[in-house]
């Protein structure tokens, strides 16, 4: 299934893969920055 979202949905595979990064460092440091991520994520299938 995640190559599958990787498929259609690369933007949001990006974001799915920041937030299961095993260094904590390398993941999102808060829930808004997700929702920001997620948020861009969106607009851009929004104008299609």
């Known amino acids: 299934?995640?190559?599958e979202l990787?498929?259609?949905v690369p933007e949001i595979?990006?974001?799915m893969d920041k937030m299961l990064q095993k260094?904590?460092?390398d993941r999102f440091q808060t829930g808004?920055?997700?929702a920001?991520?997620?948020r861009a994520?969106?607009?851009k299938y929004?104008?299609?």
């Open 32 to 34: 808004a920055e997700v």
């Open 6 to 8: 990787k498929q259609r």
């Open 13 to 15: 595979s990006k974001v």
């Open 46 to 48: 929004i104008k299609k």
């Open 36 to 38: 920001r991520a997620l």
């Open 1 to 3: 299934m995640r190559h």
């Open 41 to 43: 994520c969106l607009k």
């Open 23 to 25: 260094s904590p460092d």
